[in-house]
């Protein structure tokens, strides 16, 4: 399937999604929740361009998802502040414009991660993405302007712009974003950019050898990577109307990210959308009928149980049976061809 013809099915299966579940599901709580699998579905396709396609774990998935969710925060008060410091009235800026700016920092934090950490490798790389996720959640606590270590309020407008509630708007912003970023990672994965990205997965050293341009793909994987998550964390402000640093770094965001795309399989698009909605439906009926408290608890167990028995996901399962079919019909076919022979 041609590029453009693939954007324009994820676009069309975008809307047609919202009109339904818009038009069908009149309970609050399914966008309530909805919206957390769809931002699932950013951050682990996210996380996948640079931890699966490029093979550089990536741990400071909290950081990014921060960035953007505090950049929106920023944007959200800078109105009063023009007005408070130069008497300037400016009009509410929409969230559409935040979550845009949300991902532009952090995707220019992507950026200079990427270039301050090009000679780590494997788990020295890991370590430091970490390592950024412990220094923006102190800088962030030690921000008044943004709440600091108490949190902030921020209230959500009175009216939604695309009708209904305020929670099915944020739901069919999330939708988009969803769309955008399965599109650019299917998009990689059908490119040069894509064999690139795999080149250095399988050997760096070799790939550089090779005049593979592994610092200017590497710096691409992180910018992409950052910037899609910070756009994941823009709206979170307006969904939990109360941010703090403890709910914006919270580990559920790290470990799922890195869970999903392990789960659904890391070697394709759609591998990381597998495991984000499994995983993210089973956590929200999990909160619903026993206690959020088992939600890492599920995702470490089936963590485990995928390392064992499935290593390459649910998509490696599919594609290994594939093989395994088209391997048992070329053995049929030379063995009719043989008795066709003799």
Excluded: C
């Amino acid at each position: 399937m041609r590029p453009v013809v693939f954007w324009l099915m994820a676009a069309l299966v975008g809307v047609a999604v919202v009109a339904l579940t818009r038009l069908f599901f009149t309970n609050e709580y399914f966008f309530f929740a909805a919206y957390v699998v769809l931002q699932y579905v950013v951050l682990a396709t996210a996380w996948n361009i640079l931890g699966g396609y490029t093979g550089y774990i990536n741990f400071g998935t909290g950081a990014f998802f921060a960035i953007g969710a505090y950049s929106a925060v920023v944007m959200h008060k800078l109105p009063a502040l023009m007005q408070s410091t130069f008497g300037l009235a400016i009009p509410g800026i929409p969230l559409p414009v935040m979550i845009l700016v949300g991902g532009i920092v952090s995707g220019a934090v992507g950026l200079g991660t990427g270039y301050l950490t090009l000679r780590l490798r494997g788990v020295f790389f890991a370590i430091a993405t970490l390592a950024l996720a412990v220094v923006v959640q102190t800088l962030i606590v030690n921000w008044d302007f943004v709440g600091g270590s108490r949190g902030i309020y921020v209230i959500r407008p009175a009216e939604a712009p695309l009708g209904g509630g305020y929670i099915q708007y944020l739901y069919t912003l999330m939708i988009a974003l969803s769309v955008i970023s399965v599109g650019i990672a299917r998009s990689i994965e059908r490119s040069r950019l894509g064999l690139g990205f795999a080149a250095i997965r399988d050997d760096e050293l070799a790939a550089e050898a090779g005049g593979v341009p592994t610092l200017r793909l590497k710096l691409i994987a992180t910018t992409l990577s950052g910037g899609l998550m910070g756009m994941a964390g823009a709206p979170l402000p307006y969904y939990v109307t109360y941010l703090d640093p403890t709910s914006s770094f919270n580990l559920a965001y790290a470990v799922n990210s890195v869970a999903m795309p392990v789960i659904g399989g890391m070697t394709s698009w759609i591998g990381p959308i597998i495991g984000a909605i499994l995983l993210g439906t089973i956590q929200q009926i999990a909160t619903v009928t026993i206690s959020s408290a088992l939600n890492l608890l599920i995702v470490g167990l089936l963590l485990i149980g995928f390392v064992i028995v499935a290593p390459n996901g649910i998509m490696g399962l599919v594609s290994a049976r594939q093989r395994r079919r088209a391997a048992l019909l070329e053995e049929a076919a030379l063995q009719h061809e043989q008795e066709i022979i003799a």
